[in-house]
């Protein structure tokens, strides 16, 4: 039976990152004006690997495997780099495409969770319906809640619990 895992990224995992999170981006780009232009080399901006990767111990980048193979990325964030009340943000997520629609995402949101135990939270565009539709998956089964953040954005957020 198919199984998907979550580990803590190394300092190993920062070019990895750094190109997923190119094609990330890219797709972010339909959605938002920040993620519509490349620098000289094709990249979109890839400050915030930099940052996950550094000393700071607020944010915690996952690798997402199913089957032994490399599927996505995600960034677990405490605060302060939190919405007040919560004690961690799905702030990054994402699952290459040809694994959407398979329940893989469903089930890397869910083991995730389970590393950890508290209120989360994770904040989306509201125009982007796939991250919507997927945020209400995962959250509903916890008690979400939704409600409007910011300009543009939907938060989201349960109590759940770890292992």
């Given at each position: 039976?198919?199984?998907?895992?979550?580990?803590?990224?190394?300092?190993?995992?920062?070019?990895?990152?750094?190109?997923?999170?190119?094609?990330?981006?890219?797709?972010?780009?339909?959605?938002?004006?920040?993620?519509?232009?490349?620098?000289?080399?094709?990249?979109?901006?890839?400050?915030?690997v930099?940052?996950?990767?550094?000393?700071?111990?607020?944010?915690?980048?996952?690798?997402?495997?199913?089957?032994?193979?490399?599927?996505?990325?995600?960034?677990?964030?405490?605060?302060?780099y939190?919405?007040?009340?919560?004690?961690?943000?799905?702030?990054?997520?994402?699952?290459?495409?040809?694994?959407?629609?398979?329940?893989?995402?469903?089930?890397?949101?869910?083991?995730?969770?389970?590393?950890?135990?508290?209120?989360?939270?994770?904040?989306?565009?509201?125009?982007?319906?796939?991250?919507?539709?997927?945020?209400?998956?995962?959250?509903?089964?916890?008690?979400?809640?939704?409600?409007?953040?910011?300009?543009?954005?939907?938060?989201?957020?349960?109590?759940?619990?770890g292992?």
């Amino acid at each position: 039976m198919a199984q998907t895992n979550v580990r803590a990224a190394t300092a190993a995992d920062k070019e990895l990152f750094k190109n997923l999170f190119n094609v990330y981006h890219s797709e972010l780009g339909l959605y938002c004006s920040e993620f519509q232009d490349v620098d000289g080399n094709g990249y979109f901006d890839n400050h915030y690997v930099d940052q996950y990767f550094s000393d700071d111990k607020s944010l915690l980048p996952l690798v997402i495997e199913h089957d032994n193979r490399i599927v996505g990325v995600a960034v677990v964030s405490i605060p302060p780099y939190c919405a007040p009340g919560c004690d961690f943000c799905l702030q990054e997520f994402f699952i290459v495409g040809y694994y959407r629609g398979t329940g893989v995402a469903e089930a890397a949101a869910r083991a995730i969770f389970g590393l950890f135990g508290g209120r989360f939270c994770a904040a989306t565009l509201s125009n982007n319906d796939h991250a919507v539709d997927f945020l209400r998956r995962v959250f509903t089964p916890f008690g979400g809640t939704e409600s409007p953040y910011g300009e543009g954005f939907l938060m989201f957020e349960a109590n759940v619990f770890g292992n």
